[in-house]
């Protein structure tokens, strides 16, 4: 079976660091995908590991450690509109490349 | 950058009755366009997968002959939900994988189904 694994909500202040981790449990695991969900819109892509390590865009910073079934996102230099869902998705090859996503991380940024 | 379009954006409906939803691909040929559902403060769940000129896969727990998925064209999936009730109420998003693309799925905005 597959179980994806992410705090539920999590808050911080703008300008500062925040991780929001990933864990999961997939037979075919194919890669990892990070979706950013405003309410009420469809999710933007942010980044896709599917080897280990650290994959930098911007202020954001994704990670991978398979074997460990661990990811997370980092956002740097947060902004007040970065406060949104933040989805974790594992990709199965066996599977049509279907993507099984987490229960989402609703992340609050601060003044 | 790929496009995906949903229409309607929003809807609202009276129970018993069937509604169609629509996704499109406007920039690329998308072999396989996957339907989510996802309900206020939850994540996506994927309902089914459609691959071009067969029929669609459906996950496990959702009726195949109440969420009526085509897959006519390379640019084209529609999702009609039949005999609709309130508890079928939810955000319905569709993405479609590009017949080059290695990886990524793209998502349209979405369409808000309220069934009352």
């Known amino acids: 079976g597959q179980n994806i694994d992410q705090p539920t909500e999590m808050t911080a202040t703008e300008g500062a660091i925040v991780q929001i981790n990933c864990t999961y449990q997939?037979?075919?695991?194919?890669?990892l995908f990070w979706y950013q969900q405003h309410a009420g819109e469809a999710p933007t892509f942010l980044s896709y590991?599917?080897?280990?390590g650290l994959e930098e865009k911007g202020r954001f910073s994704s990670f991978l450690s398979r074997s460990k079934g661990y990811s997370y996102l980092l956002l740097k230099e947060l902004q007040m509109k970065d406060s949104a869902s933040y989805l974790c998705?594992?990709?199965?090859?066996?599977?049509?490349?279907?993507?099984?996503f987490g229960s989402g991380t609703r992340l609050l940024v601060r003044p | 950058g790929a496009v995906v379009s949903q229409h309607p954006s929003w809807v609202i409906c009276k129970s018993g009755t069937s509604v169609k939803i629509e996704c499109r691909s406007l920039?690329?040929?998308?072999?396989?366009m996957f339907w989510y559902r996802q309900f206020p403060k939850q994540s996506l769940m994927l309902m089914a997968t459609?691959?071009?000129?067969?029929?669609?896969?459906?996950e496990q727990g959702v009726e195949k002959d109440k969420f009526l998925i085509n897959h006519a064209s390379l640019t084209l999936s529609t999702l009609t939900v039949t005999s609709a009730h309130p508890e079928d109420s939810s955000f319905y998003i569709c993405?479609?994988?590009?017949?080059?693309?290695?990886?990524?799925?793209?998502f349209g905005p979405g369409t808000r189904l309220t069934v009352t």
């Open positions: 993405s479609a994988r590009g017949v080059e693309d290695s990886y990524e799925q793209y």
């Open positions: 997939t037979s075919g695991f194919n890669g």
């Open positions: 590991n599917v080897l280990d």
């Open positions: 998705a594992v990709r199965d090859r066996n599977s049509s490349y279907k993507l099984i």
């Open positions: 920039d690329f040929q998308a072999t396989t």
């Open positions: 459609s691959n071009e000129g067969s029929k669609a896969t459906y």
